[in-house]
């Protein structure tokens, strides 16, 4: 299986993370960002902004799809199984906010857009993911210590 230059099954996986983001997000409009690291909030962002927009655009990948039908499968039961998990403990999040389920929901996206450059050979995503990870995990961790 091969992807045209836009990627609709990514499209859909961005949006399915991003709508409890957006509801939290109303939910709690006054809430701030309270790490005070210019540096990790800018790698947060640009980690993020890029991987939205890889993984629904292949920039610099010549061949878009999967080696093999296993890699297929991989893409459809890893992403499906970690889409769920992001949706069901940002509804357990929603009940309760806990330490733990912060620092899930800063990892399972960043899984997610590795995953998927990694399956898909898109280099640029896996690293873009690689640091939105290593700047959503900071943040969140130094957001949940300003709180404590």
Known sequence: ?????????????????????????????GEKNLCTNKAMNIIEQIGRYACIILMWLPLFVWKFGFAHVFEMLLYFIGNGTLLFVYLFIFALYFEKKTKGRAIILAVLPACIFLLNGLLLRHWLLAGFAILFAIGHIYVTKKNLEAIQ
């Open 1 to 29: 299986m091969e992807f045209g230059w836009i990627n609709l099954f990514g499209a859909v996986i961005v949006v399915i993370i991003l709508i409890p983001n957006i509801i939290y997000a109303f939910k709690n409009k």
